[in-house]
C-alpha cells in the first residue's frame, strides 16, 4: 500500500517516466509534461541544429545555432506538435518519438535522416544574442 502511494505521487510529480516503445509517436500529452518549463537542445546529424526553451501557457523561445531567438506559441495538431514563431506565418509541425533510446523531432513529411534528436535537457533559460538579449 505505502509502495504504491509512493509510486503515485512520484508519477505526479514527473519522477517516473513510462517506458515507450521505439519509434513511438509520443502523445501531445507525453511531450507537454516532458518539455513546459525545460530547455531542449537538439543536434541534427551530430551537429548543434538548435534550443528551445518551453514556457507556461504553450510559449517557446527558439534558439538558432547562431545565438538569434524566436518567441514562438505550440499546440497539438492530432499526434503533431505545431509551432507558429513571430514574424512567421506558415506552421512548422513536428512529431516527437523515441529513437531507440533518444528523443527525436520529425518535421512533418520529412525522411528520418532529418531528425532532430533532443541531447540536453535542463532547467536553464536561454540567452538570446540580438535586440531580444534575455528574453
Known sequence: M???????IAFLLG?????VAANEVLSPEYFENFAE???LFFDQAGRRYGVEQYLPGRQSIWQFADGTCKKGIWYARKELICFLYEGDDQEQCWQFLRKGPDLAAR?????PKDDLIVVGRNE??????GPDVGV
Do not use: W
Open 2 to 8: 505505502l509502495g504504491r502511494m509512493v509510486y503515485r
Open 15 to 19: 519522477l517516473v517516466v513510462t517506458p
Open 37 to 39: 518549463g525545460k530547455t
Open 107 to 111: 518535421a512533418e513529411g520529412n525522411s
Open 124 to 129: 536553464a533559460p536561454i540567452s538570446c544574442r
